[in-house]
């Protein structure tokens, strides 16, 4: 279920918890080898973790490329 109700997305066949879906998005980003990246990466909340394995729309690999364009733009846009 989504915050804009049930959607039709199968990101997620393999019924990954969100503690499991975080592992292997902190992993995928681990191999950037950004360490302010990971730590980036490793600083999302539980709550975001949460609500984005609810949207179902993300596997980890979408997430962490998603991730590094925020990063891209928060971070490295910044200095």
């Not at 490793?42 to 394995?53: C, F, I, N, S, Y």
Request: overall charge negative; some cysteine.
């Amino acid at each position: 279920m989504s915050c804009h109700g049930e959607t039709n997305f199968k990101a997620n066949p393999e019924g990954l918890t969100w503690e499991a879906f975080r592992d292997q998005t902190i992993d995928l980003a681990a191999a950037r080898g950004d360490e302010k990246f990971n730590a980036y990466v490793k600083g999302v909340t539980p709550r975001a973790w949460e609500h984005v394995l609810s949207e179902n729309f993300f596997t980890p690999k979408a997430a962490e490329a998603r991730l590094w364009k925020f990063y891209q733009s928060d971070v490295v846009g910044q200095n």
